[in-house]
């Protein structure tokens, strides 16, 4: 008689790991490790306005006639409870 689990003590496993480690796997010596690595050749347009603002209003936008101009940008709930396990972090002043 055996006992085992076929998750654990299967070969070969029957939940092979997503990921199998390879230990000769090395980086490159010419590896660079920055996230983001500017582009020397990169060039703005030529009609490139650095006062522009970042964002363009459209002048064809129109509120709906209804629009509650005064009204709270979100809406409390009454019945809305904190989790035990909140986690507040670095904000200071919030509970």
């Known amino acids: ?3 085992g689990s076929l998750l654990e003590d299967f070969t070969p496993p ?3 790991p997503a990921e199998i480690d390879d230990p000769r796997d ?3 010596e010419s590896w660079d490790e920055r996230e983001k690595i500017a582009d020397p ?3 703005k347009p ?3 306005d650095e006062e ?3 964002q363009v209003r459209d002048p064809n936008a129109k509120k709906p006639s209804d629009w ?3 009204e709270p ?3 409390p709930d009454p019945d809305a409870v904190k989790p035990g396990d909140w986690y507040v972090g670095l904000f200071t002043g919030m509970s």
Do not use: Q, Y
């Open 41 to 43: 050749e990169a060039t």
């Open 26 to 28: 090395r980086k490159p």
């Open 14 to 16: 029957v939940n092979p």
């Open 1 to 3: 008689m055996n006992e």
């Open 73 to 75: 940008l979100t809406i």
């Open 52 to 54: 522009a603002p970042r």
């Open 68 to 70: 509650l101009e005064d």
């Open 46 to 48: 030529e009609d490139w």
